[in-house]
T-cell receptor
C-alpha cells in the first residue's frame, strides 16, 4: 500500500459525458501528479500540483482540468469524453525536494468510455 | 521539449540470464533518473534511482549506470527470475520531488523458466 488513495477504481461511462477522478496523497506529501496510461502504453504526464498551486503541465487536453484543494487532495475532471480517453489514470504524490524524489503511485482509476 | 527514449520495447530472457534496458534523455539539465517496475494490473513502483553525481548504483541483483556526457542511462538485472517479469519504465527529471518525471515508453520483460 503506497498510501495514495484513488477513487473510483473503475468507471464506465458514455461518450460526451463528464467524470471526476479523486486522489488523496500520502500524509505529508505536498505534490500531486496525474498520469495517463492507455492500453499497453507508457505513462503520459498530465499535470502537477504543489501545495494547491499548479506547478507543471504536460500534454493535458483542454477538455481535462484538475485542481488541488486546501486539504491537498486533488481531482481530475474529464469532460466531453471520447473513446480515446479510455485509460488508466494514475495519481502520484511525493515529498518535497531534499528527499529521494520518489513518486508514490495510487492503484489508478480505470476509465472506460463506451 | 523533454523526452526520454527507452529500448528495447520488449525483452525476453531465460531465467538466470541478465537483462539490460537502455534509456536516453534530451534535457541536459536532468539530474534524477529513477526506474519503476509495473506488474500486470498494478501500480508502478520505484526499484532503483540514481542522481547525476553518481555513475553507478547497485542494489542486490539490480544496477543502474549513468553517462551524463552521452545523456544515457541503463538498468541491469542479473540472475533474472520469473518474478522479474513486468514492464520497466525509466524516467528523468531536473530534480527530485518538485519536478515532473518524464517516463520512457516502457520495456516489457519476460523471464522464462
Amino acid at each position: 500500500d503506497s498510501g495514495v488513495t484513488q477513487t473510483p477504481k473503475h468507471l464506465i461511462t458514455a461518450t460526451g459525458q463528464r467524470v471526476t477522478l479523486r486522489c488523496s496523497p500520502r500524509s505529508g506529501d505536498l505534490s500531486v501528479y496525474w498520469y495517463q496510461q492507455s492500453l499497453d502504453q507508457g505513462l503520459q504526464f498530465l499535470i502537477q500540483y504543489y501545495n494547491g498551486e499548479e506547478r507543471a503541465k504536460g500534454n493535458i487536453l483542454e477538455r481535462f482540468s484538475a485542481q488541488q484543494f486546501p486539504d491537498l487532495h486533488s481531482e481530475l475532471n474529464l469532460s466531453s469524453l471520447e473513446l480515446g480517453d479510455s485509460a488508466l489514470y494514475f495519481c502520484a504524490s511525493s515529498v518535497p525536494a531534499g528527499h529521494t524524489g520518489e513518486l508514490f503511485f495510487g492503484e489508478g482509476s480505470r476509465l472506460t468510455v463506451l | 521539449g523533454e523526452n526520454v527514449e527507452q529500448h528495447p520495447s520488449t525483452l525476453s530472457v531465460q531465467e538466470g540470464d541478465s537483462a539490460v534496458i537502455k534509456c536516453t534523455y534530451s534535457d541536459s539539465a536532468s539530474n534524477y533518473f529513477p526506474w519503476y517496475k509495473q506488474e500486470l494490473g498494478k501500480r508502478p513502483q520505484l526499484i532503483i534511482d540514481i542522481r547525476s553525481n553518481v555513475g553507478e548504483k547497485k542494489d542486490q541483483r539490480i544496477a543502474v549506470t549513468l553517462n551524463k556526457t552521452a545523456k544515457h542511462f541503463s538498468l541491469h538485472i542479473t540472475e533474472t527470475q520469473p518474478e522479474d517479469s513486468a514492464v520497466y519504465f525509466c524516467a528523468a527529471s531536473k530534480s527530485g520531488g518538485y519536478n515532473k518525471l518524464i517516463f520512457g515508453a516502457g520495456t516489457r520483460l519476460a523471464v522464462h523458466p
